[in-house]
């Protein structure tokens, strides 16, 4: 019994130590913009990961094929990383008027709807070694057919970081895709409430919260992750149907949070 409690102490530490350095690693890289410093930080997380790997019951060849496809991600990541602001906006005015438009005219319907999605990107891939979920980003949308879905992302590596309008094709990166899409009853004024939020997120500039996902915190009230954005809209509304700080939760907390069965399973896609 000392052992297997001695085994699982020690991968519980290994992890925290992954948590902590590659955070740490992350702050140096977005701070300076430093090519060489991105490089060393993506070599050094790489090793420490295949460490990590070391100790899962795999077979050689399959720890060899994570550990590169992991490399992989993390250099597309930390490539990413000079394009994020954790303690300014750096997007603003991203969502048309259109997609408030069609929102608006959705008031009357009853629900509004949460998306789970699975897009198999490199970041997806990576905070699925933290979160051990296959879902790992969450959107919000107004219709059925989902042309109000917006969310906090990276914007297509095209456009500043933050609140963007979305389209299930934005979340087909590799075979094997997929999105879950729930209900959820609000009524016409609480479906205002949040859109009307999302209107002023829009208008006074926002950011990912790429640090949050790690130290749990947003050094702006407008610096959110996709987790922590819908959660957010749903308490103001009054309709979070359960208790965690929002810079805490995660996208399948949606579905395994919800004690009281207040959202309805609507379909699941791939893509």
Not at 50 to 74: A, G, R, V, W
Request: glycine letters at 2%.
């Amino acid at each position: 019994m000392m052992y297997y409690y001695e085994k699982i102490m020690y991968q519980y530490q290994l992890k925290e130590l992954f948590q902590t350095q590659f955070m740490t690693f992350l702050i140096f890289a977005v701070i300076w913009h430093q090519q060489n410093i991105i490089v060393v930080c993506g070599m050094t997380i790489a090793m420490m990961l295949s460490i990590i790997l070391q100790k899962n019951s795999m077979s050689l060849q399959q720890k060899e094929i994570q550990t590169i496809t992991l490399f992989q991600n993390l250099k597309e990541v930390i490539k990413d990383l000079p394009r994020h602001h954790f303690l300014t906006y750096c997007n603003q005015n991203s969502l048309p008027p259109e997609i408030f438009e069609k929102a608006y005219q959705t008031l009357e319907n009853g629900y509004v709807y949460i998306v789970l999605s699975d897009t198999r990107s490199p970041a997806s891939e990576l905070i699925s070694l933290f979160t051990k979920k296959q879902y790992n980003h969450a959107s919000i949308a107004f219709d059925k057919e989902l042309k109000t879905m917006v969310s906090y992302n990276n914007g297509q590596n095209r456009f500043p970081p933050g609140l963007h309008s979305e389209k299930i094709s934005h979340f087909y990166h590799r075979q094997g895709a997929c999105i879950m899409v729930y209900t959820l009853e609000a009524t016409a004024e609480q479906k205002r409430n949040m859109i009307l939020k999302i209107e002023q997120l829009n208008r006074e500039g926002n950011s990912y919260n790429t640090v949050g996902l790690l130290l749990k915190h947003s050094f702006q009230p407008n610096i959110m992750f996709c987790s922590q954005f819908v959660y957010h809209l749903l308490h103001i509304a009054g309709i979070a149907y359960f208790e965690k700080k929002e810079e805490c939760v995660k996208p399948m907390d949606f579905v395994e949070l919800d004690y009281k069965r207040k959202l309805k399973f609507l379909y699941e896609k791939t893509l």
